[in-house]
């Protein structure tokens, strides 16, 4: 071929690869070839078994998609969270050993690996009498023993019997008294708590007991204070000799009295007032009577006498002081009219005290009234000052009959008067 100076043949070529004749895979991977295809793929038996995954968030596997044909990774702990729930699996038995119910109630061995009752009704059952062996023949007795460990007084704990293929079948009980050991069999007290269902001879029961707590530590005290053996809803107790270990009943009625704290029965009359009895006397806080005149005399209160009587229209009343002959006021005179009754024609002098003498208090009101035909009376005023009424004179005044007058005092010595009749 002749090539000009100018001409640009086109070369084309292809340059084959050559892979070598031998490959190997490692990391759990396999590589092969067929009809000239190399095909990689896992060799699952060149990988090394896990049967525990110690950190599932950082572990992957290779997850193939059949639809697209993809592979993707993902998690371990990716593929824990996304399985589901498997279905909940049986109950598992009740606790306890494992015996078979017998219908009789006499006090003997029930036999190999059973149980019965003194009683056929559950709620009237008060003992369980237990073989030494449970269900399977293995020996029990060491465990029944320990139904009474605890040191509780009352209840040494609950004992439940439960059908082992129904739960609705039980009966429960507490445990109130020591084991005891028959002959093959153990012996046990019981008070009945509740129960269902009919117990049907040689079913199968699982038997559980719970204990109770042991007894609490005892008080500072020694408990030896005894008392009576019986007594009455409400009644009191009291010491029964000086040992103050000894209680009795108390057999006091009535009105109870206490002396340096002992109780003692109350005497009417003396400790508390008697309706019909002795009278109280008026030193005791009394009245020393037992009729209401007498308490009044006793008392200083007679009315008439000692006070007034009552009447509606008393704070009205002007309270009278009658006189017929010369007369000096006294303190009680306050508020009273002083009286010159007309039996008494003779010219009289009725006279006022000075303070120094009465000190009346200021604002009392002193009434003087002449009766018809009585004599000229002559208010006078001893030291202190009396000034007429209007006029302002001062010195005695002279009151006709039928005259009244009515003197004021306004500071502690000095009177104002002032009426009719009145010169």
């Given at each position: 071929?002749?090539?000009?100076?100018?001409?640009?043949?086109?070369?084309?070529?292809?340059?084959?690869?050559?892979?070598?004749?031998?490959?190997?895979?490692?990391?759990?991977?396999?590589?092969?070839?067929?009809?000239?295809?190399?095909?990689?793929?896992?060799?699952?038996?060149?990988?090394?078994?896990?049967?525990?995954?110690?950190?599932?968030?950082?572990?992957?596997?290779?997850?193939?998609?059949?639809?697209?044909?993809?592979?993707?990774?993902?998690?371990?702990?990716?593929?824990?969270?996304?399985?589901?729930?498997?279905?909940?699996?049986?109950?598992?038995?009740?606790?306890?050993?494992?015996?078979?119910?017998?219908?009789?109630?006499?006090?003997?061995?029930?036999?190999?690996?059973?149980?019965?009752?003194?009683?056929?009704?559950?709620?009237?059952?008060?003992?369980?009498?237990?073989?030494?062996?449970?269900?399977?023949?293995?020996?029990?007795?060491?465990?029944?023993?320990?139904?009474?460990?605890?040191?509780?007084?009352?209840?040494?704990?609950?004992?439940?019997?439960?059908?082992?293929?129904?739960?609705?079948?039980?009966?429960?009980?507490?445990?109130?008294?020591?084991?005891?050991?028959?002959?093959?069999?153990?012996?046990?007290?019981?008070?009945?708590?509740?129960?269902?269902?009919?117990?049907?001879?040689?079913?199968?029961?699982?038997?559980?007991?719970?204990?109770?707590?042991?007894?609490?530590?005892?008080?500072?005290?020694?408990?030896?204070?005894?008392?009576?053996?019986?007594?009455?809803?409400?009644?009191?107790?009291?010491?029964?000799?000086?040992?103050?270990?000894?209680?009795?009943?108390?057999?006091?009625?009535?009105?109870?009295?206490?002396?340096?704290?002992?109780?003692?029965?109350?005497?009417?009359g003396t400790d508390y007032y008697n309706p019909g009895g002795t009278d109280v006397a008026v030193a005791d806080g009394g009245t020393g009577a037992s009729t209401a005149g007498g308490a009044r005399t006793n008392l200083g209160l007679v009315i008439g006498t000692d006070v007034q009587a009552f009447d509606a229209q008393l704070s009205s009343l002007v309270r009278q002081n009658?006189?017929?002959?010369?007369?000096?006021?006294?303190?009680?005179?306050?508020?009273?009219?002083?009286?010159?009754?007309?039996?008494?024609?003779?010219?009289?002098?009725?006279?006022?005290?000075?303070?120094?003498?009465?000190?009346?208090?200021?604002?009392?009101?002193?009434?003087?009234?002449?009766?018809?035909?009585?004599?000229?009376?002559?208010?006078?005023?001893?030291?202190?000052?009396?000034?007429?009424?209007?006029?302002?004179?001062?010195?005695?005044?002279?009151?006709?009959?039928?005259?009244?007058?009515?003197?004021?005092?306004?500071?502690?010595?000095?009177?104002?008067?002032?009426?009719?009749?009145?010169?």
């Amino acid at each position: 071929m002749a090539l000009s100076s100018t001409s640009r043949p086109s070369l084309r070529g292809r340059v084959l690869a050559r892979l070598p004749a031998t490959l190997t895979a490692i990391g759990g991977l396999a590589i092969s070839k067929l009809n000239g295809i190399w095909t990689i793929f896992p060799n699952w038996l060149g990988l090394a078994l896990e049967t525990t995954i110690p950190d599932p968030e950082a572990r992957q596997l290779w997850v193939l998609n059949p639809d697209t044909n993809v592979y993707t990774r993902l998690s371990v702990q990716a593929l824990i969270d996304n399985l589901p729930n498997g279905p909940i699996g049986p109950a598992g038995p009740a606790a306890g050993f494992r015996q078979a119910f017998d219908s009789a109630t006499s006090d003997v061995d029930p036999g190999a690996g059973e149980f019965r009752f003194n009683h056929a009704t559950l709620a009237s059952v008060t003992a369980a009498y237990l073989d030494n062996l449970d269900a399977g023949g293995a020996t029990i007795s060491a465990l029944i023993d320990t139904f009474d460990d605890s040191t509780n007084v009352t209840t040494k704990g609950r004992i439940r019997f439960e059908k082992a293929t129904d739960p609705t079948t039980f009966a429960e009980f507490r445990v109130t008294g020591a084991v005891v050991d028959g002959t093959g069999y153990r012996k046990l007290t019981l008070t009945h708590i509740a129960s269902a269902g009919t117990f049907t001879a040689a079913a199968v029961f699982s038997v559980a007991f719970f204990p109770a707590g042991d007894k609490g530590t005892d008080g500072a005290g020694t408990g030896d204070v005894v008392g009576p053996v019986a007594s009455v809803d409400g009644e009191m107790a009291l010491y029964n000799a000086t040992t103050g270990k000894l209680i009795k009943r108390s057999t006091l009625t009535g009105l109870i009295k206490a002396t340096s704290g002992v109780a003692a029965a109350a005497t009417a009359g003396t400790d508390y007032y008697n309706p019909g009895g002795t009278d109280v006397a008026v030193a005791d806080g009394g009245t020393g009577a037992s009729t209401a005149g007498g308490a009044r005399t006793n008392l200083g209160l007679v009315i008439g006498t000692d006070v007034q009587a009552f009447d509606a229209q008393l704070s009205s009343l002007v309270r009278q002081n009658s006189q017929s002959a010369a007369y000096t006021c006294v303190l009680t005179d306050g508020g009273k009219h002083i009286l010159h009754p007309s039996a008494d024609t003779t010219a009289r002098i009725f006279t006022i005290p000075a303070n120094a003498s009465v000190a009346y208090p200021i604002g009392t009101v002193l009434t003087f009234v002449n009766q018809n035909a009585g004599g000229v009376i002559t208010i006078a005023v001893t030291t202190d000052t009396m000034r007429l009424a209007g006029a302002g004179t001062t010195g005695s005044r002279t009151l006709a009959a039928n005259g009244i007058a009515t003197a004021l005092k306004i500071t502690a010595t000095e009177w104002i008067i002032s009426g009719t009749g009145l010169s």
